[in-house]
């Protein structure tokens, strides 16, 4: 798909909001991929973000709308882009939706990401404004959209399942790391250590802090390791806290019998890789998730990573990480156990993860995304 193609193709924004999380990356990846393979597009952007773009803007024409407070953030694009583009765009050939929602009143051809179902397959785990708001206008957006791109196949059969979606209009596209996701030296992790307190060894998570990721099982199986080990290790969160989980941030972080817990919440992306690549153990014991970025990021900065079985997690670590069978708070102490006192297994994974993760990269995630827009507006 050439530029000239790509004419009237918009990709929404409208969700983004500092700090970004997960969901702004993935789109941030999209224009990057898209930028690599030589596909130009419009960007919906509220204004106060733009400059937050960096260089996933190049290439592509950035169009602002006003900032909104807070409290409407959620459901934006329902409202902004009628009333920008009117119910039936001329000039808008395609929209790529990314939030896993579309603006209902908008007729114009739809590409529809869909991040993930926790609003079917873990709703107790939502906030219950984000919950009725997905719950609610996800499933008519799958339904209007020409095309539906996920992350991994666990997403995809289940939207094919729940949904009854036709197989040929679901696209299995995998997201990517960040190229600043590469290991780091060790005089950059050691000043990185020092500037946020971490000791030499320590048991890492990256990700929001909400109930779906299951982090009080990775705090109890930390204060179950043996004395030496919990001694002379910390657990370390790093990461935001979602709307209605600030008493599990607190629970998370009270002062433990033994061991240190350290949380920094939300930390500068740049450095975040040497944080990564100076992780003894990565765990993320999410009970489910869409594709589970943060543990992409871990294997491209050479962290050896634990997952739990959600479906997703499985897909993306294959053979490169330890996978934990069950729920229990004793199999995930030893994962980490393990790991702590063998550097041979430690050597291990983090070489196999490396590997791993070069199968995700962002030209193959621009060129999928072209196709998957030149077959929507073939459709």
């Known amino acids: 798909m050439s530029n000239v193609a790509a004419e009237g193709i918009a990709v929404d924004l409208l969700f983004a909001a500092q700090p970004f999380t997960g969901l702004e990356h993935h789109a941030l990846h999209i224009l990057r991929g898209l930028r690599a393979v030589g596909v130009s597009v419009d960007v919906l952007v509220p204004a106060d973000v733009m400059s937050e773009l960096g260089d996933a803007a190049r290439g592509h024409r950035l ?21 920008r583009f009117g119910a039936y765009p001329q000039s808008l050939r395609l929209l790529h939706s990314v939030l896993g929602v579309a603006p209902l009143l908008n007729a114009a051809p739809l590409v529809l990401t869909v991040p993930d179902l926790a609003y079917r397959a873990r709703p107790e785990d939502m906030h219950p404004r984000a919950r009725w708001y997905f719950g609610t ?3 008519p957006s799958i339904r209007r959209a020409r095309r539906v791109m996920v992350s991994s196949k666990a997403v995809c059969r289940q939207v094919i399942d ?4 036709a197989p040929e209009r679901v696209s299995y596209v995998p997201l990517c790391a960040d190229a600043i996701f590469t290991p780091r030296p060790a005089e950059e992790i050691a000043t990185v250590r020092k500037q946020y307190g971490l000791p030499e060894r320590y048991v890492l998570y990256v990700g929001t802090v909400d109930p779906r990721k299951d982090l009080p099982r990775l705090r109890s199986a930390y204060e179950l390791l043996p004395p030496d080990l919990a ?7 790093v990461g935001r806290v979602n709307r209605g989980a600030e008493r599990l941030a607190r629970q998370l972080r009270l002062p433990g019998p033994r061991g240190h817990v350290i949380a920094l919440d939300y930390v500068p992306r740049d450095v975040l890789p040497a944080i990564y690549s100076g992780a003894a153990v990565f765990s993320y014991p999410s009970r489910y998730e869409g594709f589970g970025l943060p543990v992409l990021e871990a294997m491209s900065c050479g962290a050896p990573v634990i997952v739990s079985s959600a479906d997703a997690l499985v897909e993306l670590v294959d053979q490169a990480g330890v996978v934990l069978r069950t729920e229990s708070v004793e199999e995930l102490t030893q994962a980490i156990e393990r790991l702590l006192r063998f550097d041979n297994e430690q050597r291990r994974l983090r070489e196999a993860g490396l590997k791993r993760s070069t199968a995700f990269s962002v030209e193959r995630l621009g060129r999928e995304t072209a196709e998957v827009y030149r077959q929507a507006l073939a459709a």
């Open 63 to 83: 169009v602002p709308f006003a900032k909104v407070p807070r409290g409407l953030r959620l459901g934006r694009e329902q409202w902004s882009l009628p009333w």
């Open 137 to 139: 206008l996800g499933p």
């Open 162 to 165: 729940l949904y009854h979606i």
């Open 231 to 237: 001694d002379d290790s910390a657990l370390v969160f």
